[in-house]
Nanobody
Framework: VQLQASGGGPVQAGHSLRLSCTHSGRTFGRFVVGWFRQAPGKDSEFVAA????????DYADSMKGRFTISRDTAENTVYLQMSSLKPEDTAVYHCAAGGTLIRSSWSKSTAYSYWGQGTQVTVSS
């Protein structure tokens, strides 16, 4: 499983950005796909996750209402739509995939088996 995250870049506070996570192999199928982010000097932080099959989603409390995770079966891609961005959203964003994850583990980076390289998001004030 090879994941590719893209869509990051510089953006001004209050603006939006959409990140993409693609799977180079077969469809995500049975996977849960999550987004995590890591700011300089800080630990990795859960952002959001989606069950590819059921489309069930989960978000970190601080992201609810601003970020939306979705998937497109035709494009075999998971998206993270980020709105009302703040400077504190600046981080490297990684996507990850794991199979048959119980809901309570979705926010734990250790639950995911496959990781893509990160994409940098820089929000300026």
């Amino acid at each position: 499983v090879q994941l590719q995250a893209s869509g990051g870049g510089p953006v001004q506070a209050g603006h939006s950005l959409r990140l993409s996570c693609t799977h180079s192999g077969r469809t995500f199928g049975r996977f849960v796909v999550g987004w995590f982010r890591q700011a300089p000097g800080k630990d990795s932080e859960f952002v959001a996750a989606i069950d590819w099959n059921t489309r069930a989603t989960d978000y970190a409390d601080s992201m609810k209402g601003r970020f939306t995770i979705s998937r497109d079966t035709a494009e075999n891609t998971v998206y993270l739509q980020m709105s009302s961005l703040k400077p504190e959203d600046t981080a490297v964003y990684h996507c990850a995939a794991g199979g048959t994850l119980i809901r309570s583990s979705w926010s734990k980076s250790t639950a995911y088996s496959y990781w893509g390289q990160g994409t940098q998001v820089t929000v300026s004030s």
